[in-house]
């Protein structure tokens, strides 16, 4: 079983920075898959970012193209969600995602492991 634990959110102003790590308890998050999703109040949970198993690929969404980076350390079994220039709008609860057998995590259907999720609030 894949635990996933999300930490680094929190409460930044307009124009600031914050990194997520998601950290997997499980052997297997080598082979899986990873993402990144957020909700915000109200809305449907949508699609972030994503990285393939090796870390040779990544994919984000256009809202977050050019001032995300996703990236993984497959030695340490983390995921990273670098944010940079962060808005009103990016504020959500993020949840890292893991989806197995090589599938990237596009897509909620996707995903056979999702996190507890972590509050980024961002003030404008």
């Known amino acids: 079983q894949v635990q996933l634990v999300e930490s680094g959110g929190g409460l930044v102003q307009a124009g600031d920075s914050l990194r997520l790590s998601c950290a997997a308890s499980?052997?297997?998050?080598?082979?899986?898959?990873m993402g990144w999703f957020r909700q915000a109040p109200g809305k449907e949970r949508e699609f972030v970012a994503a990285i393939n198993w090796s870390g040779s690929h990544a994919y984000y969404a256009d809202s977050v193209k050019g001032r995300f980076t996703i990236a993984r350390d497959n030695a340490k079994n983390t995921v990273y969600l670098q944010m940079n220039s962060l808005k009103a709008e990016d504020t959500a609860v993020y949840y890292c995602a893991a989806a197995s057998g090589g599938v990237l995590a596009l897509e909620p259907r996707l995903i056979n492991y999702w996190g507890q999720g972590t509050q980024v609030t961002v003030s404008s």
């Open positions: 499980d052997r297997t998050f080598r082979g899986n898959g």
